[in-house]
């Protein structure tokens, strides 16, 4: 059986590609419990705690056939005040780290989180093509990551480098993310407490919400694909765009509840997101990726796998 390294395997999309693979890959999640939960791993999937910055952890790991890098600073709000230099040195440092142990491991492809951060406010759909310019720090780390991966696959042109920007990821195993986690989550812990989710300004933003099994799916696909891809990136997402309102409505429906949403004026000043909808034809061509999860369906699900015993803060909390 092909071996696959997860790092940041015990956060919320690795555990979900762990726990989804496990039969059909032998997988070990690595992961240094920043903010992941070994809970979220099913009971017989391979944990290692440890650190993917660091060539001694990743040693431990041994031979592999892929690696699947997903350990780092997971969201921008991370990289302000004290995060910051912590933030870009555990974001890039254990990029470089895990890049060099791979090629050196004899790794024949890695797969890295980029994100759809990156397109900032870019005309919609958004698409591979298109000019990026980051407007935060997190997507500054991610967009090194896609520049990093080309000029290493020059030289090291045996293993492929492919970078995945995911849209705006939801479903299971998000409750160790706390205020750090999607709205989805955020808002059906809310719901589901029956306390006030806080929208930020009207609630008409959209995103292009991407249930965490298609996301998989899609990284899944990229492991499998036998041509040599070098050093390429892809959208990961659904080709759909719902708004905040919508989202919160769908939730109080699934619920069976009718709590009316705070508007507050967006605390957010500069560089917000206004709408984001992905075009999903190039890895739909590419990798034959199909969004199979509509999102009435995984708010149904989110709603009945509600584990209130594992909620954190959330977000909404301090506007209350
Ligand atoms: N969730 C989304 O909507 C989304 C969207 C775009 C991109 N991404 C990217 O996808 C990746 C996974 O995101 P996620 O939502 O699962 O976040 P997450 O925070 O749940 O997962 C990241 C995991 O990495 C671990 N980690 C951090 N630094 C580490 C280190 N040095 N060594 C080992 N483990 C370390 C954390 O403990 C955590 O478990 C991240 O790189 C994130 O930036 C996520």
Same mark, same amino acid.
């Given at each position: 059986?092909?071996?696959?390294? $997860?790092?940041?395997?015990? +956060?919320?999309?690795?555990?979900?590609?762990?726990?989804?693979?496990?039969? /059909?890959? &032998?997988?070990?999640?690595?992961?240094?419990?920043?903010?992941?939960?070994?809970?979220?791993?099913?009971?017989? $999937?391979?944990?290692?705690? +440890?650190?993917?910055?660091?060539?001694?952890?990743?040693?431990?790991?041994? /031979?592999? &056939?892929?690696?699947?890098?997903?350990?780092?600073?997971?969201?921008?709000?991370m990289f302000m005040g004290e995060g910051f230099i912590q933030g870009y040195v555990n974001s890039i440092q254990s990029f470089v780290t895990v890049l060099e142990w791979a090629r050196k491991n004899g790794a024949k492809k890695m797969l890295y989180a980029s994100t759809s951060s990156l397109y900032g406010n870019n005309p919609l759909p958004l698409v591979e093509t298109q000019e990026v310019t980051p407007i935060n720090h997190y997507a500054v780390t991610k967009r090194t990551y896609e520049y990093c991966a080309k000029c290493y696959n020059k030289v090291y042109p045996e293993m492929d480098i492919l970078g995945f920007r995911f849209m705006s990821v939801y479903g299971p195993n998000e409750e160790a993310k706390g205020i750090y986690a999607n709205l989805i989550s955020q808002f059906c812990w809310d719901i589901g407490r029956d306390l006030v989710p806080v929208i930020y300004g009207d609630g008409n933003q959209f995103r292009d919400f991407t249930n965490v099994r298609d996301v998989v799916q899609g990284l899944t696909l990229a492991i499998g694909h036998k041509e040599k891809l070098g050093a390429d990136v892809f959208n990961i997402g659904t080709g759909h765009a719902t708004k905040i309102n919508e989202v919160v409505d769908a939730l109080n429906k699934a619920f069976g509840k009718h709590i009316k949403p705070k508007h507050i004026e967006n605390p957010v000043k500069e560089n917000y997101v206004i709408g984001q909808h992905a075009d999903i034809g190039k890895i739909q061509k590419v990798l034959g990726y199909k969004p199979t999860v509509k999102l009435k369906d995984g708010i149904l699900e989110q709603v009945k796998?509600?584990?209130l015993n594992k909620i954190r803060q959330t977000s909404s909390q301090q506007f209350r």
């Open positions: 059986m092909e071996r696959i390294l $997860v790092t940041g395997g015990a +956060g919320f999309i690795g555990s979900n590609f762990c726990n989804i693979n496990k039969k /059909k890959f &032998d997988v070990t999640a690595l992961d240094n419990l920043f903010l992941g939960d070994p809970d979220n791993l099913d009971k017989d $999937v391979k944990f290692i705690k +440890g650190d993917a910055c660091k060539m001694e952890d990743l040693n431990r790991v041994g /031979k592999v &056939d892929y690696v699947i890098h997903l350990a780092g600073t997971s969201s921008a709000p796998n509600l584990r």
